[in-house]
Nanobody, 127 residues
Framework: QVQLVESGGGLVQAGDSLRLSCAGSGRTFSTYAVAWFRQAPGKEREFVAAITWNGRSTGYTDSVKGRFIISRDNARNTVYLQMNSLKPEDTALYFC????????????????????WGQGTQVTVSS
C-alpha cells in the first residue's frame, strides 16, 4: 500500500500563496490518480482537486477554479497543489489520497474511490 505524506501547510494571510506537496512511497505511486480533499472544522471532508496518473486530466471544485493548480512529478513521486489568492474559507486540513484503480483515464470526486490517505497538512488563512 502506498504511504502518503503531505507537507507545505501553514498560517498565511488572505491573498497569499502556498504550495502543498504529497509525497508517495513505492514505485506504484505514479500509476494512481491522486486527489486533494480538505476538511474544515465542523464540516465534512470535501473534494478540492484531482489529477490522473499521467497528468493529462485535472479537475477542481468550483470554489478553487482559477486559484489552485494541481500537478505531479512522477519521477519524484510527488503531487503538488499550488494555492493562490487564498481566502479565509480555504482554511482546512488538507489531505491527499490515491485512487483504487491504476492507469485510469479519469479521476473521481468521491472519497470512496480513493484507497490510501495521508495524515493531512493544516492550512490557515487569516483575513
Amino acid at each position: 500500500q502506498v504511504q502518503l505524506v503531505e507537507s507545505g501547510g501553514g498560517l498565511v494571510q488572505a491573498g497569499d500563496s502556498l504550495r502543498l506537496s504529497c509525497a508517495g512511497s513505492g514505485r506504484t505511486f505514479s500509476t494512481y490518480a491522486v486527489a486533494w480533499f480538505r476538511q474544515a472544522p465542523g464540516k465534512e471532508r470535501e473534494f478540492v482537486a484531482a489529477i490522473t496518473w499521467n497528468g493529462r486530466s485535472t479537475g477542481y471544485t468550483d470554489s478553487v477554479k482559477g486559484r489552485f493548480i494541481i500537478s505531479r512529478d512522477n519521477a519524484r513521486n510527488t503531487v503538488y497543489l499550488q494555492m493562490n489568492s487564498l481566502k479565509p474559507e480555504d482554511t482546512a486540513l488538507y489531505f491527499c489520497a490515491t485512487s483504487w484503480s491504476v492507469y485510469g483515464t479519469t479521476y473521481s470526486r468521491r472519497e470512496g474511490e480513493y484507497k490510501s490517505w495521508g495524515q493531512g497538512t493544516q492550512v490557515t488563512v487569516s483575513s
